[in-house]
Structures are given as C-alpha cells and as structure tokens.
C-alpha cells in the first residue's frame, strides 16, 4: 500500500510560478515510478510528468516540456513539480500517482495509486 498527498495548488497569474508537491508513503513508494497528471473541467485526466526511483530518468508531455519540471528528493520520500510560465490552460486538479510500468507510461490505467489531487488555477 502506498500513500500520496499532493499540496502546494492555489491560484495565480498567467506568467506565474508554483511548485507543487507529492509526499509518499509505504514500503514501496521509494522504488516506484511516479507520474504527475492533470484533470480540467469537463475533460479527461491527463498525464504530464513522469521520473524514475532516484531521479535521474524524467519524461513530459510536449505541452509542458521546457515549463515544468519533475524533481525527486528520496531522503523526503517526495515528488515535485515546478511549474513556470504557467498558462490559464495548464488550470486543473492536478495528482500525482505510482507505477511501475516506467517513466514513459502515460496511461491512467499503468497506475496503482493515486493522491486526492490539488487544485491549479491560473488566471489570464
């Protein structure tokens, strides 16, 4: 069993930053694949952001590659997510989640647990 909870959404300006986070628990979570998606209003959840155990593999979605960035602290047992030069259409709950199908598995299907989500709003 593992254990996520995101924190760090809230409200900002387009241009803006934020750093959202993704705290895990569990036997597992410190060898697992951990992805980052994204749920707007009225659409599908999406990925965005997936790194390998230490850190050292990371994979975007093309919207994103270049203004966010997935980080990893494992002495944290935590997840990252900078986001720069956000855009009104990057607005959505966003979750992070685990797998271990590998840092390129987009599908929501792939993963085996996921946070309750924290909400991204960007005003424009």
């Known amino acids: 069993q593992v254990q996520l909870a995101e924190s760090g959404g809230g409200v900002v300006q387009a241009g803006d930053s934020l750093r959202l986070s993704c705290a895990g628990s569990?036997?597992?979570?410190?060898?697992?694949?951990v992805g980052w998606f994204r749920q707007a209003p009225g659409k599908e959840r999406e990925f965005v952001a997936c790194?390998?155990?230490?850190?050292?593999?990371?994979y975007y979605v093309d919207s994103v590659e270049g203004r966010f960035t997935i980080s990893r602290d494992t002495a944290k047992n935590s997840v990252y997510l900078q986001m720069n030069s956000l855009k009104p259409e990057d607005t959505a709950v966003y979750y992070c989640?685990?797998?271990?199908?590998?840092?390129?598995?987009?599908?929501?299907?792939?993963?085996?647990?996921w946070g309750q989500g924290t909400q991204v709003t960007v005003s424009s």
């Open positions: 989640a685990v797998t271990w199908a590998g840092v390129r598995a987009k599908g929501i299907n792939l993963y085996d647990y």
């Open positions: 569990g036997r597992t979570f410190s060898s697992m694949f």
């Open positions: 790194i390998n155990w230490n850190g050292d593999s990371t």
